[in-house]
T-cell receptor
């Protein structure tokens, strides 16, 4: 069964460092998303991406965040200068259609710890 | 902005019991998603529905668009059903999902 793959599963970084979280969406999907879940809190939408550009972003997704689809398979989230409050589980998701009207497939997540 | 509320927050039940988890949302949606999150953190999609009712094995999801309410039912619950169940709403367009806080379900043998 096709699945969304995220690497690494766990990343520890020092405050102020840049991190790149990687995702391989399901191959025939066109819509890609990043979400985050701070420990003990609900999952929050960060950004959606379609046709090689950002479709929508939340107020969380400020200038320190960026997304890229550098080739035909990878979808990355970069955090430029990490802060302690960026510590969270980051989930990548993909779907065949947009608007939340088709099933979303989630990766297993990357646990980011900023120290 | 949609507000998604779930109840109960925590639920402990005995194996075999019929389980109901409720979800309400504040504005009209295009679809309502039910998801399952296991202790390891991974999220699995269970249902996506925009009207009526869907059934998959022992899981049943219903939605009432007029009342802005959805329920997830588990029949003949089993300890392996223990997980966090999350509802999430989509409002159409290219935006992402708005999540509820989740219901932490424990099924005791």
């Amino acid at each position: 069964e096709p699945e969304v793959t995220q690497t690494p599963s766990h990343q520890v970084t020092q405050m102020g460092q840049e991190v790149i979280l990687r995702c391989v969406p399901i191959s025939n999907h066109l819509y890609f998303y990043w979400y985050r879940q701070i420990l003990g809190q609900k999952v929050e939408f960060l950004v959606s991406f379609y046709n090689n550009e950002i479709s929508e972003k939340s107020e969380i997704f400020d200038d320190q965040f960026s997304v890229e689809r550098p080739d035909g398979s990878n979808f990355t989230l970069k955090i430029r200068s990490t802060k302690l409050e960026d510590s969270a589980m980051y989930f990548c998701a993909s779907s065949a259609g947009g608007g939340g009207n088709t099933e979303a497939f989630f990766g297993q997540g990357t646990r980011l710890t900023v120290v | 902005k949609n507000e998604v509320e779930q109840s109960p927050q925590n639920l402990t039940a005995q194996e075999g019991e019929f389980i109901t988890i409720n979800c309400s949302y504040s504005v009209g949606i295009s679809a309502l998603h039910w998801l399952q999150q296991h202790p390891g953190g991974g999220i699995v999609s269970l249902f996506m529905l925009s009207s009526g009712k869907k059934k998959h094995g022992r899981l049943i999801a219903t939605i009432n668009i007029q009342e802005k309410h959805s329920s997830l039912h588990i029949t003949a619950s089993h300890p392996r059903d223990s997980a966090v169940y999350i509802c999430a709403a989509s409002g159409g367009g290219a935006d992402g999902l708005t999540f509820g806080k989740g219901t932490h379900l424990i099924i005791q043998p």
